[in-house]
């Protein structure tokens, strides 16, 4: 932690990021997609760094959507290029060394075997480290989410280790992704749309959503800093009139 990253006492515990913007921020500057996807890559290195100095336990990246495939195939190939680098390369032991936590959600069986077996690693490598999880969403869909954990319920309705009267929110979301993890307190959108995109459907259900024109690349820690404000001063009812509070009180 540096000496100059200061802790708010009511920071989310759980942020996630769509990550928009890759491509615009290319385009801008006369680059191609794929110069636009490693300084992405840059960005969420900076920003993983970040929510660490500021003790956020959970971070969430949408780092590749189910709907992605459909892309042109050499943007695809760029992609799953970088997935590959940032898997090999030092990233990886710097999370470790930094007590970090990686784990991938999403149809991981998707992806190239040597991508897979990089996931594979990485998530073994850092099992045991208790500071901030950091989750990437790689070939996710919050309907496609939905949909695995019905079925996963239903196999074991079949198999009688579960009823049909069983079934609460609880069980449902202990099948899904990020079952067994919080609920994001926060989910930051780069690139200026204002939509959800298929992200975590399920988990958004009281998330605070912060949205900025800003394109990921450029997205750095005083980008990361005025969410966090705008976050302290935001009034959650959880669905209810008589329990608002003031984050930043």
């Not at 989410?145 to 609460?168: G, H, P």
Request: glycine residues 8%.
């Amino acid at each position: 932690m540096t000496p100059d990253s200061p802790i708010v006492k009511n920071n989310p515990k759980h942020i996630a990021f769509i990550m928009d913007g890759n491509n615009r921020w290319a385009k801008s500057k006369g680059f191609s997609p794929r110069v636009g996807y490693q300084h992405g890559a840059e960005a969420a290195k900076l920003v993983i760094n970040a929510c660490v100095d500021q003790a956020i336990p959970y971070v969430t990246l949408f780092a590749f959507s189910s709907e992605n495939w459909v892309r042109p195939p050499g943007e695809i190939k760029s992609l799953m290029a970088l997935f590959l680098t940032v898997l090999n390369r030092g990233e990886i032991q710097q999370l470790h060394n930094n007590n970090v936590r990686l784990l991938f959600i999403g149809k991981r069986g998707n992806f190239a075997e040597k991508i897979q077996l990089g996931m594979k690693h990485a998530e073994d490598l850092t099992k045991n480290n208790v500071g901030t999880t950091v989750i990437v969403a790689a070939d996710y869909g919050g309907r496609w989410d939905l949909v695995n954990s019905t079925i996963e319920i239903c196999n074991k309705i079949r198999a009688k280790e579960l009823s049909a009267e069983q079934i609460n929110e609880a069980i449902i979301n202990n099948h899904t992704s990020l079952g067994g993890f919080p609920d994001p307190d926060l989910c930051i959108r780069t690139g200026g749309e204002r939509r959800l995109s298929n992200f975590l459907l399920w988990h958004f259900a009281y998330t605070e959503f912060y949205f900025t024109d800003c394109f990921w690349p450029d997205f750095n820690k005083s980008e990361l800093q005025l969410a966090l404000d705008d976050y302290a001063h935001r009034q959650r009812r959880f669905g209810g009139q008589n329990k608002t509070f003031r984050l930043g009180n």
